[in-house]
């Protein structure tokens, strides 16, 4: 879904004119309602009474009508999209655009499902429940098989990119997963388990060995004390160590705070575990060598008696930002005051740059109990397809992210989870020479990417680097992806699939540098022929 606002905005302009697909034309006005939103967020007092008359006009609809005003009303959906200044007016003028869907609804239009989904979420968000219910009703009549849920998000941005660059045979500088090899002894160590016979079911929360090594690294790494037996849920990858997490905590109405940019899954995480997020931006470095920031007010008013949890992830994918320790306490502070757990993704722990430091949310004083740390193997030891990963949560968090582990998966793959236990055993050697590794790559990168005209914020963590392409003259960065991947042939993410309104992301690139270096390189040589339009 967020995506897809993204993707969608160009056909919005399309749709105004007239178009003839319906599907495109309901999906196309996603940008709208997040105008609305965003407005009524304001509780901008001219735009409640359009809401009010939205409802009116649902519940006095006559459907051909409704239709006849598409057309009238399409100058007043450009204004909505390039941000007219009679707010008022402004939505006061898109009623109609409720009333249009509904009507697409009667008539069972497959199509507009999604984008009446769409609308229903942002509805929820808006605490507007008696309109959600209005527009939901119109849809309980028929039945399309899918989940309101599941059509409240599409499928991965950056998964999608990599099968883009398949497509046109483009260097995959999209989705974060190594092109090298994994380390010898770890594939060794998985080899010898499938032949010692490790091959049935393993403990459900985790072989016994992983979760010791797991325990015992946490102590070594973050002074943080962990009781193998009772506080660790090994799972299939931290990807589902995460979904876990979230699905055994949160109630429908719980909020969970969500820094944005955010890695893509947390999203639709919320979405499937009943939460509301509430994003808090983190704002690009000022200067070159500037840190993203946040606002602690901004921050402070994302927090209130509904927020379950906050999601952290740090070092951060796709910032590469690290988290100071001041930045976690007054995060920590925050927590307590307003009794809210921490969920942590810290799979990134280890790739660290320019002295940077890692710290781990549980390490500080007073959140070692309302703290859910997820990390796993993808990413340290380059296994992306292993899928291991754990979660390390107070004893009875832990009961209840191993119920929920349990009937999703049952387990994560048993000799791998052996090899797992020899990967956590490799010396302080192996973490140093992993994070210099990628420490040459992103030094590598950079300067190909700005000699090619990108703005680089820098990563002091993990293997991204977003970049900035005002300079390139492209309508957004979805179009400025498209471009890359099939006339340059390099794949890269575009900024908005990591914010939830995709305008915010619409100057932003990420790419992945966790490659080779003649990948790199390869990927350097193309991006030479980009040129400003
Ligand atoms: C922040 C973050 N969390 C989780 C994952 C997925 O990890 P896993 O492979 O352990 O599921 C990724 C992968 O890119 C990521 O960037």
């Keep these: 879904m967020y995506s897809l606002r993204g993707a969608e905005a160009p056909l919005f302009h399309g749709a105004a004119c007239g178009g003839s697909d319906e599907g495109g034309y309901f999906g196309a006005k996603a940008p ?43 100058p007043l959906f450009q204004g909505a999209a390039c941000g007219g200044p009679d707010e008022g007016g402004h939505f006061g003028a898109k009623a109609p655009v409720f009333c249009t869907l509904y009507a697409a609804l009667k008539r069972r239009s ?51 990119m990599t099968r883009r660059a398949m497509l046109y045979g483009a260097v995959n500088l999209a989705q974060g997963f190594p092109d090298f090899s994994a380390p010898a002894e770890i594939k060794a160590a998985a080899r010898a388990a499938i032949d010692g016979d490790v091959n049935q079911y393993a403990i459900t929360w985790g072989a016994k060995n992983l979760r010791n090594a797991i325990a015992r690294q946490m102590g070594v790494w973050q002074g943080i004390a962990v009781d193998p037996e009772k506080e660790i849920t090994v799972c299939c990858g931290s990807t589902e160590a995460m979904i876990s997490t979230l699905l055994a905590v949160c109630n429908a109405g719980d909020e969970v705070v969500i820094f944005e940019p955010f890695y893509e899954n947390y999203g639709p995480d919320s979405v499937l575990s009943g939460a509301r997020p509430r994003f808090v931006k983190l704002r690009p470095p000022a200067s070159e060598n500037g840190e993203w920031t946040f606002d602690e007010k901004e921050l402070r008013a994302a927090f209130d008696k509904h927020t379950k949890a906050i999601i952290l992830n740090t070092p951060n994918n796709p910032t590469g930002k690290v988290f100071t320790r001041a930045e976690l306490e007054l995060i920590r502070d925050l927590c307590i005051e307003f009794d809210v757990l921490a969920i942590t993704d810290e799979i990134y722990e280890h790739i660290l740059y320019d002295g940077t430091e890692h710290i781990s949310m549980a390490s500080l004083e007073g959140m070692r109990e309302r703290t859910v ?49 020899a990967a956590l055993g490799l010396p302080a ?52 992806t498209k471009y890359l991947v099939k006339e340059i042939g390099v794949a890269a993410v575009p900024g908005s699939s990591f914010y939830r309104d995709a305008r915010d992301g619409a100057r932003q690139v990420r790419f992945a540098f966790c490659k080779k270096l003649e990948t790199l390189d390869a990927a350097a040589e193309k991006l030479g022929k980009l040129r400003a339009r």
């Design 429 to 480: 050697e192996y973490y140093a020479k992993l994070a210099e590794g990628y420490r040459v790559r992103r030094d590598h990168l950079m300067p190909a990417l700005e000699s090619a005209g990108f703005k680089c914020f820098r990563p002091r963590g993990a293997y991204y680097v977003m970049t900035d392409i005002s300079g390139f003259g492209f309508e957004d960065d979805v179009e400025f």
């Design 373 to 421: 740390t997820i990390n796993g193997m993808s990413k340290t030891y380059s296994v992306t397809g292993w899928r291991v990963g754990w979660a390390v949560a107070p004893e009875k968090i832990t009961n209840a992210i191993r119920k929920v582990h349990d009937f999703l998966t049952v387990g994560a793959p048993a000799p791998l989870q052996e090899a797992g236990a």
């Design 110 to 160: 497959s199509m507009a499902l999604p984008a009446a989904c769409q609308i229903l979420y942002v509805l929820s968000c808006a605490n507007l429940p008696a309109m959600a219910d209005v527009i939901s009703s119109a849809s309980i009549h028929e039945k399309h098989f899918l989940s309101d849920k599941v059509s409240q998000f599409t499928e991965s941005v950056i998964r999608e």
């Design 32 to 74: 709208v309602f997040f105008i609305f939103y965003a407005a009524l967020k304001r509780r901008s007092s001219t735009v409640l009474p359009a809401a009010g008359q939205t409802e009116a006009g649902i519940s006095g609809l006559k459907p051909g009508f409704f239709y006849s005003l598409r057309g009238a009303e399409a």
